[in-house]
């Protein structure tokens, strides 16, 4: 299984984006189970949790995301988004998709970079 993170870019404040994520190889009662994320990492920070939702479709936001971004799933596709609105310069990152499968093993996309000019 793998996870394949795309579009990332480079864009103005308060311009928008959307981030996919598609998981290779993954079986449809898999997807649908897990509990799906976004993290975010900027050179010289810890990376941090922006976005999570549940298996069934509960959303948790990062308070300095709430209002502007939107995470969701398809699992007919495989694929997870983040929705990006609104955007800052404090979040340009190097972003990356994530879930836990059996409920032990951490699955990392291999991330997408987002750069907001000011």
């Known amino acids: 299984v793998q996870l394949q993170a795309s579009g990332g870019g480079l864009v103005q404040a308060g311009g928008s984006l959307r981030l996919s994520c598609r998981a290779f190889?993954?079986?449809?009662?898999?997807?649908?189970?897990?509990?799906w994320s976004w993290y975010r990492q900027a050179p010289g920070k810890q990376r941090e949790m922006v976005a999570t939702v549940t298996r069934g479709s509960g959303t948790n936001y990062a308070d300095s995301v709430k209002g502007r971004f939107t995470i969701s799933r398809d699992n007919a596709k495989r694929t997870l988004y983040l929705q990006m609105n609104n955007l800052e310069p404090e979040d340009t990152a190097a972003y990356f998709c994530?879930?836990?499968?059996?409920?032990?093993?951490?699955?990392w996309g291999q991330g997408t970079q987002v750069t907001v000019s000011s």
């Open positions: 994530h879930t836990i499968r059996n409920y032990k093993y951490d699955l």
């Open positions: 190889g993954m079986i449809l009662s898999e997807f649908s189970g897990n509990i």
